[in-house]
């Protein structure tokens, strides 16, 4: 079965670090780009972070930019988010999704259950 | 970057109505649009692709339309199971992705 199963939310302090994982099952997870979309309470989607098939190419949000890393594993089938100088307006639930096509600019068509970041202090 | 709008915001409508949801790029995106429903609760679902193309799986009475800077997703018949969020997303050239600000489905 094809899945996506994210972990690591947690609720931290502004200015701390978290990192995200999200582990893949059910498809050939190094032929296909991968993204980070986030929902704030109460909001719309909002694009993250994308990294290509082989992850040579990145490409963040200007939110985040600076602040966040993604990367991957393809050798574990695993995608990560390394979130750091947290603030308050990163408070989601943060979903990472499969791209249809596997380019890093895509229709998003496996999501995972989504995994929740609170920054408070 | 490109931005994308949506219309109505909300909408409530009976079971059984056509209901038709409006999208639209704020530069051509060719058909590289797609359309996501999020149930209260639950995670995003693709519901189309390449601005008509319906994804596997989805119900028939949905349907996409559009091409360029305007687009429509149309619900032919509205379900009880059709109250949700409906957001679109372009997906062309460079990245980012962006999305839409969604519009809310309710039973009248």
Redesign the interface.
């Known amino acids: 079965q094809v899945q996506l199963v994210e972990s690591g939310g947690d609720v931290v302090q502004p200015g701390r670090s978290l990192r995200l994982s999200c582990a893949a099952a059910g498809f050939t997870f190094s032929r296909y780009g991968l993204?980070w979309?986030r929902q704030a309470p109460g909001k719309?989607?909002?694009?993250v972070a994308?990294i290509s098939y082989d992850g040579r190419n990145e490409?963040y949000?200007d939110s985040v930019k600076g602040r966040f890393t993604i990367s991957r594993d393809n050798s574990k089938n695993t995608l990560y988010l390394q979130m750091n100088s947290l603030r308050a307006e990163d408070t989601a639930v943060y979903?990472c999704a499969k791209g249809?096509f596997g380019v890093?600019?895509?229709?998003?068509?496996i999501?995972?259950?989504?995994t929740m970041v609170t920054v408070s202090s | 970057d490109i931005q994308m709008t949506q219309s109505p915001s909300s909408l409530s409508a009976p079971v059984g109505d056509r209901v038709t949801i409006t999208c639209r790029a704020s530069q051509g995106i060719s058909n590289?649009l797609?359309w996501?429903q999020?149930k209260p609760g639950k995670?995003?679902?693709?519901l189309i692709?390449?601005a008509s193309t319906l994804?596997s799986g989805v119900p028939s009475r949905f349907s996409g339309s559009g091409s360029g800077t305007d687009f429509t997703l149309t619900i032919s018949r509205l379900q009880p199971e059709d109250v949700a969020?409906y957001?679109c997303?372009k997906?062309?050239?460079?990245?980012?992705?962006?999305?839409?600000?969604?519009t809310k489905v309710d039973i009248k």
């Open positions: 993204h979309v719309g989607l909002e694009f994308v490409y949000a979903y249809i890093v600019v895509d229709a998003l068509d999501w995972g259950q989504g | 590289y797609a996501y999020q995670v995003p679902k693709l692709y390449a994804q969020t957001y997303q997906y062309n050239s460079a990245p980012p992705i962006t999305f839409g600000p969604g």
